[in-house]
């Protein structure tokens, strides 16, 4: 088998071949890999570095359960190909067309065995210290992490909910109820989701698809192309961050667009000090505000204004095994559509995590096997 790796931090990505497929873990199973998107959270893998403002860098080795050589891919859907035989489970069968719900954790605690690895202290997700997608071939300890596709669903489609899907879907649900309110309230209510790359235009679907009527979705963004693809994927409206524009004339541009000038909620994918102090401004009082992009940076907040506004902040981080099987359902019921999707192979990878690293892919990348 043929995987991806990298030796060692900030080292270059490699193919290495094996003459040997994996056997599968005592309990777990060996996936055959068909798709494996490409998420810009491996390019910080792959710098090994995330920006924490001031001067602060903080390397993504360091983070528990990190190895070498380090095979990253957490967003994976493929077949089941062999099933250790000790453990008599019939939920799964070799040749079922699988998604992996990649966010796993110390497999030994209760956010674990809740299905809430991304919440264990020991966080050690696959593709994210653990080996993932990247490879022909993925072994795997938990059968409860492997979700049986329905037939309706694409599987290139099926690998994305995993991170860029369900972190959308997860945003979406933590600023609903701050939506619910204002419709409720005033028959009307403004998201603004910013940055309308793969997971923009995912959160957009799923908005779309989970908030109630009433609700105008406003997308913004540096880069134009981007932005008529989020008109084409149903943006309600879209706002271009010209650069030549001061900050002034960008926040009134930018609440010209929302329903009497508020915006109820923000689902920032960029989350830098420019971005998310930009967003702070915008959002009315009583609004929420979801944190979700790995940009790098930090904010200054006025700690007694914050107060009196009654805001709420949230920091997103993937989202739970449970919320991937509603979304999963979601996609194929409601036949949501994905962004555009652009098929590597496995030697492309290092010139999309380049191209990634300079905003050029449009909608989404994905390693075809």
């Not at 089941?80 to 939920?91: E, L, M, P, Q």
């Not at 492997?146 to 037939?151: A, E, G, Q, R, T």
């Not at 902040?313 to 979304?327: D, M, N, P």
Request: hydrophobic fraction near 40%; charge should be neutral.
């Amino acid at each position: 088998m043929k995987r991806a790796e990298i030796p060692a931090p900030k080292e270059k990505m490699v193919i290495k071949s094996y003459d040997k497929v994996p056997d599968p873990p005592a309990g777990g199973l060996v996936v055959k890999t068909t798709f494996c998107g490409i998420c810009h959270s491996d390019v910080h893998m792959a710098d090994d570095e995330l920006l924490l403002g001031g001067g602060q860098v903080l390397p993504v080795s360091s983070l528990p359960g990190f190895t070498f050589p380090a095979v990253f891919g957490h967003e994976i859907a493929g077949v089941v190909h062999s099933i250790d035989s000790s453990v008599d489970d019939d939920r799964l069968k070799v040749g079922d067309k699988v998604a992996i719900y990649p966010w796993t954790g110390c497999d030994n605690c209760e956010y674990c065995n809740k299905g809430d690895g991304a919440m264990c202290p020991m966080s050690q997700p696959m593709g994210c210290g653990r080996d993932g997608g990247f490879s022909e071939y993925v072994p795997i300890k938990r059968r409860d992490i492997v979700i049986k596709l329905p037939d309706c669903l694409r599987m290139d489609v099926a690998c994305m909910l995993c991170c860029s899907g369900v972190t959308g879907y997860n945003a979406v649900q933590k600023v609903k109820p701050t939506i619910e309110y204002f419709l409720n309230l005033k028959g009307r209510a403004t998201l603004l989701i910013i940055g309308a790359g793969g997971l923009g235009l995912w959160c957009l679907q799923t908005a779309r698809a989970t908030l109630p009527d009433g609700v105008k979705i406003i997308i913004a963004d540096i880069n134009d192309g981007k932005l008529r693809m989020a008109s084409e994927h149903g943006a309600d409206d879209t706002v271009f961050w010209d650069s030549k524009l001061s900050e002034q004339e960008l926040i009134g541009l930018t609440k010209s667009k929302a329903v009497d000038g508020e915006i109820n909620a923000i689902i920032d994918f960029v989350n830098s000090t420019e971005s998310t102090g930009r967003s702070l401004q915008y959002l009315t009082k009583g609004g929420a505000m979801a944190l979700v992009g790995l940009f790098g940076g930090a904010m200054s907040v006025p700690l007694p204004i914050f107060a009196l506004s009654l805001q709420k902040i949230f920091g997103v981080y993937v989202g739970s095994l449970e919320q991937l099987k509603e979304l999963i359902e979601l996609v194929a019921t409601k036949k949501l559509t994905p962004p555009d999707l652009n098929y590597v192979s496995l030697e492309d990878v290092p010139d999309v995590l380049a191209k990634l690293k300079k905003g050029q892919i449009k909608g989404r990348s994905l390693v075809k096997f």
